[in-house]
Every structure is written in structure tokens, then in C-alpha cells.
């Protein structure tokens, strides 16, 4: 498989999986950057995740116009906020926008931030901004519908890995596709275990800025421990033919 | 397919998604106005939704009475519900009563009210009346189970697009089977970030009413983003094969 | 069918619809009275109930002895719990035993009592008691393990439907086999709900004697209501071609 | 079967029991002592539990060295706890580490004790210790991942059956296979009762250490209890082709 031909394929496990662990449901998207062409982006055309298959990835540029001008397919309304992330920060290669529903409660109470306490949500990062659309633009249908929101997205996510988003979702920015998708289930799980933490009372546990750097010192898209996670889902999502690990690594 | 073929058609699709997304089990129901005699609804004899199909299928008249005489199948108890909706809104199509777990707190527990806190909740509208049978009717086994409790009901909902009914359910309205459907679903996931969100403390954001109308704005039933959720849910549901969206719009 | 082998039919639906529906697990059980002999129940020997067969049913006296002598089949340890309640209470015909994960909170922390709140969990009754073994019998395995805790569990219940047993689960008992599962049921819904209602604050509107009362005289097992939904479980639970319904009533 | 092609085939049913069951997702692994030679165990090579078979298992000696020096195959990075809990505990032959979600919050917010509060969950025992690799490591990315920090947390866990791992999960050991993944799978039971019981308000029943002795004494990893969940969760696995009850006991 050459490089483009391994990224629309691992696109597609990644649509399947975050659709089985219940990061998408009809909406919510995943893209990644063209590996040889930096300003280009594969994203799929508008479609519930877990339907989507090889045929359905539309490229991009950064402005998120599609770049076969006569491309008649349905877009995704939202694509502009994977476009602006990656415009923004040449060392992200995968971005996701979704709905995770567990996710949804620290982006509209802001008194509890969301921050890593668990150890596979060190991913996670430090510090999770949270965005209102309102703020910038007033009142709209909350989606990132146009270039300058997606600007203002991208420039509140700044050098973070995950952004809330109020009353509508998250977007989460990594150097792969296995790396976002990991990130993706995980944040979910980790508010989950926040809020149960808040109801048992006391002091919270955070993970320290070492443990975090610790962490993410210690992962690759292909190492062992993060290959493992992605096999086990893509297999769980009924795509394990489609998995392909690269012999450098 | 004729007008009626087709809604009959996209009613037996709302059944299985209904029960398949958990928003109702043996017991709610889904009605849908006659599109060529506004005076008319058509609603599945009384058997669990999941087992819904064509041929269940009966028309009614706006008192909830069947339009074939000497029909003798077993009917809703509660198809008043529809009834008396349609009979006092003529710009709604089609109506859901439920009973999805995670809106019942709301309907006994009324210092937190239910209101959009989520993009995909809008359409629940900014104001979500309680109605309590109590009120009018004393101690009853709850049920609406007459044309007097119908129109009391359908009084109390008003003009908005869903009504709690309290230690019951809630019953919902739209100008369509998708909207209702995706109104219902997604109820029940506003009120759990709702129930999360309290727990997280502080203030919540609550969507404007400026939002609320941009989104409302937005959408019809087969607007690209509408139709993508109703595909997805219908493919989940196992009826994908009987998916038909109308050439017109 | 005549009618042991009804209810020994019905007793299998049961069993299934109780494990698909998360009442029971590996443990818990149901039993149902002899229809010809008030002295005798049925009861499945020691299998989970997901396992449960017509020739796993066993024939029990009213101190859970073997019918016959010479049976070397494993029985439940707590079958006492089945003996003593149809001992004591000749209007019940069938009883559940299960530790229904969301019932348990209400057995161990007291101060909010588990009472009906929705329309489905009327059946509960107006008061639940508490029966604690620790204080008949001192430091037990909790288990219901002879004739006397069976006795004594049974004198808590009274003409109650239900009783939680602290820090293990409760004990049901109704008319029918088809009214104690769809009590069991909904009565970790009806748990659910309440602990929901609480987090969101204020006070909680529960069922009033009255409603209650209304709702019970409305219902046998075999109302097109009750039926509903033990059709729907059934199909869910694989086992609808077991389903039988009497032509009378 | 011999005595270590049966400690195997049940090795592998744990494994499947554990996923199925939402003990352990891609991470988290069970150990088995050696039945003839104490100062080894098997251990699955590094792969999600769902997928392990019998030839993925590996025999490690009490340090986590692999018997077969050319071993090539990738090893769990967090063996050593299964390791230097065998080394310290004689009377163990069966260790999971896992992070099942519900067990998380005691970890990181310890104002409320993990301890028993329902009869299936007494097997935990008396007192679960709380362990923090950042005490004696300071900043780690939190995996137990050489001998000193398997040492430090068997120290920590000491006589016990449970200890919490802060921000990571647990580690559990037990006299048999059988018993370990029942404690495991309860533990995340009991953990979410305490949690909602805590909502409910007031003062929480716990066991009491004599209820807490008595069901220990009475149960062994063959009796006809401990059995009957065995077989319930492997048949739901899909492994009750492998199920293997030894003539003795």
C-alpha cells in the first residue's frame, strides 16, 4: 500500500471504530492530512461514520474546498474546523470533531474542568480550553460552518490536543489517526470518571504535568501498547481485514 | 410509492428506531396525520413497536376513533394523545408519547427544568411545559385514556413541541415522522447532560432562544443532515431496505 | 397444554426474559405455584436463569423440600425465600428472587425510601419494606438459607409486593408469573428514576395511594397491556416461539 | 487434561469472561501460578484479552523473566505485578490487573472507601488499601513496569484481596482463576452501589467483617455457586465449548 492508500484505510477502520465505541453517532467526523501534500486533507463525504467506506473520502484544501472542482457529493457542514486545526498546527496530522455524549456536561458547567485522571487520558494534555461559539459570532446553529469559525476554533485550541466545545461537542487534534481515536474514546471515559469522582466527595487526583509528559513520551502510533488498543476495536467494529501495521517501526 | 404508501412506509422505519434507541419499549407510540385528510392519523394496533410492520397499521379519526366500523383489533389506550395534538395544531404531522427513562426525573422533580443545553436538543424548543393528570383528573391510573384527557394535555403542550407528562412520560410534535423521531431521541440525551451537567456544579449554559431559532431555521426532514441521522438509525434498526427519500427537495 | 405444563412453559419465558433484561445474572430465580396442589411450587435447579429449560424444573414442597426423594439435582440455596412467601401469602402465585443492580442502593442507604414514582412502577405497592437478616440471625452469609429466614423474610413482606433485603436484593411476589417479571422489571426502573429525580433536586412527586389503586384494578395477566409487553420481552429474549395465551379471559 | 493444560484452558476463558464482562478492555491482563512449579505463572503475550488463545500464553518465573530466553514474542509491560504479588503471597494463585471504569473514581477521590456493601461483592474483603505509584516513584507514566514498583505495590497490598491503583485501575489475587474473576467483576459492581447509594443520602450499610467471614468460608472456586456464574459468563463469552469441571471436589 502507498502512503495515501494506507491513510484512506486507516480512515475508514477509524470511522468504524469511534462509530462502535459511541464517539459519532450519525454525526461527528474524523480527517487526516495528505501525507505527501501538507494543504490537502482526506475527510469523508457526508454520511453517518459507521457507514462510511473507501469510496465515500473527499480531499480538501486547508480552506476545506474540495479539490476536484466538480465534486458533487454532500459535504460534511462542519469540515472547516478539521481545515482550520490543521492550517493552524503543521504538527497535527488527524482531527476529529464529535458529540461523545459523556463529554457534553463539562462544556456547558465549566465549575469542573476536564483534565486527565486517568492514565490512559493523559492524552488528553494539561489544560482543555473550552470555546463558545457565542462569544465570537453571537447567536447561530453552534456548528463551524464557515473558514473564520474555524479560525476561532483553531486559535482557542492554541497548542492543546482536545478543545470543548459549548453545548455542542469537542475537537481533538494528534500526529496520527490511531493517536486521535485513542484520544477520542478515552475523553469520554476519563469525564465519565471525573464525575463519578465529584459524587464520591473529597479531593480529586489529578495526573501531575510529569506523569502527562511521562506519558507521552512513551507513545507512537505503532508501539505495542497503542497497536494493541486499535486492533481490539477495529476487530470489535467487524474490520480486522482491513488492518495493516507498516513494517518500519 | 403514493403519499400514504410513504408515510405508512416511514412509520413502520420510526417504530424500529424508536425501540431500537431505547425511546420506547413495549409500550409508546408513534402517530402520523393522513397527508391528503388533515382529520385523519394513522397509529399501529396495540403491540410492542419493535414488532410493528404494514399491516398493523390503522387509521383514526381526530377523536381517536377507527375509520373502519367493524375494525377489531386491540387499539393504543392511549391513542388519545395523537388525537387531540393534531385536532388543535394543524401545523403538526406526526407525534411520539414515550415513556425513555431519562426524561422521567424531569417530569417528577421540577426544580431543574428540561431545556436544550445541546445543539441536537434545540429542537425540544426553548419552553417544555410540565402536565401533570393529576390536576385535572385526580387520582386516575395515569394513562390518557379518553378524548377530555387527550385536549388537556394537548391544551397544556400548547405551541411547543414536547410536554412532560409527570410520574409518565412525555409526548412530542413536529411537522414530520423524521423530525418527531429525532426530536425524541434526542431528548433523552439533552436531559442526561442536564442530570450530568447539575452534578459537575455550577452554572449551566443553556442554549439561547436566538440559537434555538437559527437551528429551527435550518432543518427540514430531508435536509442532507437530517436524512443522515434517519438513515443511520433506520440501518441500525435493520430496516435499511425499506429507506425512501422522496425526489422533491 | 394443560395447566402444569403451562405455567412450567411459562416459567422458562420467565427465566429468559429475567436475564435478558438484567434482573438476574448467574444468580437469582423465580418460582411459580403448583396451579392443582396450593402446597407445591416450581423451581428451577441450581443453573443461571439464561440456561433454564423445561427439564431443569423442579417440584418443591412449601419447606422447599424435593418432591421427590430421590432428586440429586443441585438446588438453590435460597429457595426458602419461594416456600415461605406462598406459605404465608396463598393469594401470591409466583415469586422472584434477584439483586437487580439498581435496586440495591435503596436497601443500604435508608433515608430514601424506594416508592413508585412512574406510571410502570405502580405495581411496587405504596410501601416497600426493608428486611435486614442481620438482625434476626446476626452475622449471616446474607443468605436466605433455611425454612426460618425464609419466615422471617416472608413476616416483612406482609401483604406488601415487594421487600429489599439489605445488601443482597429483594423478594417479589404477585398473581402470576407474567405480573412478578414485569414488576421486577420496572422496579429498577422505577429505582433508576428516583435516583435520578434526587440529583436534580427539589421534591419529588411520587404516586399517590389512590393513583396506585386505580392502576391495579385495571390490570390481570393477560390484558392486552400486560401482554404487550411479555411478547416483546419474550421476542427480545429469543424465546417467542414458547409463547402460549390462553383463550380464556 | 493435566493439571497445567487445565489452568490454561481456563486461562483463556478468563480472558474472554474478563472482556465480555467490561473488566478489561485492550489493556488489563490475568495471571495463573504454575500448579506445579510456585515460582512461575502463565500469562498471555501482549494482545487484548478478547482475542487471547492458548498459544498465546507465555510462562514467566517470579520476576517476569520469560522461561524460554528466545522468547521473541511481545510481553504485557505490567507483568511484574502479577509476578511480585505471587512472589509475596504463597497462598495466591490467580492475579488481574484491570482498570474497569467503575473502580476508577475510589482511586482518585478518597473520601469514600471501596468496601463491601453487597453479598456478592464480600470477596473483596474487609479493607481494600489504596495504592499510589507516585508515593515511592514519584512522576511515572503510572505503569507497574519493572520489579521495584511490583514489589511496592504487593507491599501495599499485603494480606489484602484488592488493591486500588490511583489514576490506573486495580490489582486482584485470589486462590484460583475462578475466584479472581469473580471478585473482579463484582468489584466494579459493588463500586457502582456504593456510588449510587451515596446519592440516595444518608448513612450506607456496609457488611459487616463477621458477614464478610462466614461467606468466605463458605465457598470454594468448584462449589455448585461459584460454578454456576462461571459457566453463565463463559456461555455468554462464547467459550462454553471449553468449560472443564475437574471430577474432584
Redesign the interface.
Known sequence: MNAVDQVINDLVIANRILANEDVV???GHIAVRHPKNPKRYFISR???P??VTRDDIIEFDLESKPVRSKEKR?FY?ERFIHGAIMEARPDVMATIHA?A??T?????????PLRP????G?FIGAHVPVW?I?EDF??????VANVEQGRSLAKALGSDNVALM???GFAAAARSIIEVVRLSVYLA?NA??I??????????????Q??I???SR?YGPYS??TW??W???A??AGVAKLLYKPETE
Open positions: 453517532d450519525a454525526y457526508s454520511v453517518a459507521e457507514l454532500q457542514l458529540h455524549e459523556d457534553l456536561p463539562f462544556g456547558i458547567a465549566k465549575a469542573t485522571v486517568i492514565h490512559s493523559s463558545d457565542r453571537g447567536d447561530t446553529n453552534l456548528l459549548s453545548g455542542h471515559r465519565r470518571v464525575l463519578h469522582a465529584k459524587q464520591l466527595g473529597g479531593e480529586i487526583r489529578y495526573l501531575s510529569g506523569e509528559e511521562v506519558r512513551g505495542n501498547e494493541r488498543t486492533e481490539y476495536w476487530t470489535k
